[in-house]
C-alpha cells in the first residue's frame, strides 16, 4: 500500500507570493490533517479535513486555507507568503473508525520564503 | 488553549540504559496520547499510543504510562540502542475533539551513545 505522497518536495518563494502544497493520503484513508513544522514552534496543527469538510482548525492566519476532494486528495494555500512561512509542511492521513487514530505522515513539503 | 509540555529537551544515555520522557497536557477532555519518532530528515512515525482508560500500556523495550488525575503521560524505553536516536514528540487529541488534531510537544531529542 502506497504511503502519504506530498508534493513538491521542496520549493523556493519570495515575500508576497503565494504556494499550493498537495497531499495524496493513503488508499481509503478519508482524513487529512497538515502541520507545519520550525525548530522554534514545533509541529503545528493547521487544519483537518474529512469527507471534504475542514473538520477542525488550527490557530493560523487567513492565509492558510485548504481543501480535501471528493478521492481525498488536499491541498492548501498559503497567500502573501512572510519570511515566517518558512518551514516544513507536514501532511497525515488517518483511516475512519472510533478506534483508529495512528497518523500517517507524508515526507513533507519544504518552503522556503525568500 | 491546549498545551503540552514536555522534557527534557534533550537527553543523552549510553547504550543498554534507560530513557524516560515526561509530558504534561491541559485540557482534561483529552483522551488519546500518542507518541512519534522523527528520525532526522525522515517523517514522524507513531511508537505507541494510550487511551484514556488504560495506565500503562508496553510493547518491548517501549512503555507509555498516563496518570489522568496530575494530567501527565511519560514514555519510557529500556535497554536503549543507537537506533533509538531521534527525536521523540508526545501529543494529545486537543480536547478529545478527533484523532486528526493533535496538540505536540516541543520535542526530546534522544542521543543514545554506543
Known amino acids: 500500500k502506497a504511503g502519504v505522497t506530498q508534493t513538491p518536495r521542496y520549493l523556493i518563494k519570495t515575500r ?7 497531499c495524496s493520503p493513503i488508499s481509503g484513508h478519508r482524513s ?17 479535513y474529512f469527507s471534504e469538510t475542514q473538520r477542525n482548525k488550527g490557530n493560523f492566519p487567513g492565509r492558510f486555507s485548504g481543501r480535501q476532494f471528493s478521492n481525498s486528495r488536499s491541498e492548501m494555500n498559503v497567500s502573501t507568503l512572510e519570511l515566517g512561512d518558512s518551514a516544513l509542511y507536514l501532511c497525515a492521513s488517518s483511516g475512519t ?11 513533507g513539503s519544504r518552503l522556503t520564503v525568500l | 488553549g491546549e498545551n503540552v509540555e514536555q522534557h527534557p529537551s534533550t ?10 520522557i515526561k509530558c504534561t497536557y491541559s485540557d482534561s477532555a483529552s483522551n488519546y496520547f500518542p507518541w512519534y519518532k522523527q528520525e ?11 487511551r484514556s482508560n488504560v495506565g500503562e500500556k508496553k510493547d518491548q523495550r517501549i512503555a507509555v504510562t498516563l496518570n489522568k488525575t496530575a494530567k501527565h503521560f511519560s514514555l519510557h524505553i529500556t535497554e536503549t540502542q543507537p537506533e533509538d536516536s531521534a527525536v521523540y514528540f508526545c501529543a ?11 496538540t505536540f510537544g516541543q520535542g526530546t531529542i534522544l542521543t543514545v551513545h554506543p
Open chain 2, 11 to 20: 537527553l543523552s544515555v549510553q547504550e543498554g540504559d534507560s530513557a524516560v
Open chain 1, 16 to 22: 508576497g507570493q503565494q504556494v499550493t502544497l498537495s
Open chain 1, 97 to 107: 473508525g472510533t478506534t483508529t487514530g495512528e497518523l500517517f505522515f507524508g515526507e
Open chain 2, 40 to 50: 532526522l530528515g525522515k517523517r514522524p512515525q507513531l511508537i505507541i499510543d494510550i
Open chain 2, 92 to 102: 494529545d487529541n486537543a480536547g478529545g475533539t478527533s484523532y486528526g488534531k493533535l
Open chain 1, 32 to 48: 487529512v490533517s497538515w502541520y507545519q513544522q520550525t525548530p522554534g514552534q514545533g509541529l503545528q496543527f493547521l487544519f483537518e
